[in-house]
């Protein structure tokens, strides 16, 4: 791609295989040296007052940027600049970790179980620390969650379903992100941290392969989330127990079998204990 720098400071590299709200560059912030993600983002069309769109995007930008916790990608600059078309645009830089989206992984087919309950799991953590902090995410979807190497998983993209609308359904395995919306938002209410639980109860059930199990701690915790009524709703506390017990490997076949042996070896011995004592007392 042809080189550029956005807002005199982040060079462009290569564009990610990530569409988030536009095109993603992996860039490098020619002042840190640090390799950095820096979105373009793309207005509503048509776009309303763009005094107001960049009032409301610094408000999330802000809100998302005093954010720190492990489970959520840094937000570090909004800029405006050129798109390659000419138009000006807005530009998030937020920090690059290695990672792909949840949306790319399930292009390879559904998760196992407690691969889903362990995503889960982690991006229950991260929305209670957004929640705790006074922060609701307000589009939550598959392309919002980013699996790292290491098999945690992260959040991105905090607020800006918020401020800009909701993402565009992209081509590179991109979901609708109406089907991940709480029953509230589309009746016109206002975002709630029970919206953000609804939403990762739709992301669990589509990365399962929208036919969890019919019992189980992870179908309990999709049903639960997912309630029509926001105060129905499993609480996050409820949820988070569910989602340890549905990630926790089952034991090995070794491990039962050495299990089994240890049982019999000691109902053995208490077996011959109890004909001991009954021969003390005959003898008696």
Known sequence: MESRVVGGRYLLLAELDRRGFGPAFRAEDRITGR??????????DPPDRPDSLRDRLLTEVRTAGRLRHPGVVPV????????????????????????RSLSEALADGPMPVRTVAAVGRDVLVALRAMHDSGVVHGGLTPDCVLLTTDGS???????????????????NGSVDPGAFAAPERG???????SADLWALGAVLHHAVGRRPPANGPLT?????LTAADPAERLGPAEAAVLLERAARPRPTSGDLGRSRRLL??????????????LVLVIGF
């Not at 390799?35 to 509503?44: A, K, M, S, W, Y």
């Not at 390659?84 to 807005?90: A, F, I, K, M, T």
């Not at 530009?91 to 970790?97: A, C, G, K, M, Y």
């Not at 009746?187 to 941290?193: E, F, K, L, N, Q």
């Open 187 to 193: 009746a016109g209410g206002s975002d709630a941290p």
């Open 76 to 99: 570090q600059d909004l800029v405006a600049d050129r798109a390659r078309d000419g138009s000006l645009r807005e530009h998030l830089v937020t920090e690059r970790p290695e990672a």
């Open 264 to 277: 019999l070896g000691a109902a053995a011995v208490l077996a011959l204990i109890v004909i001991g004592l």
């Open 220 to 224: 309990e915790v999709i049903t639960g």
């Open 35 to 44: 390799q950095v993600v820096v979105t373009e983002i793309r207005l509503p």
């Open 153 to 171: 998983a992260l959040v991105t993209d905090i607020g800006l379903a918020r401020a800009v609308g909701p993402r565009p359904v992209g081509t």
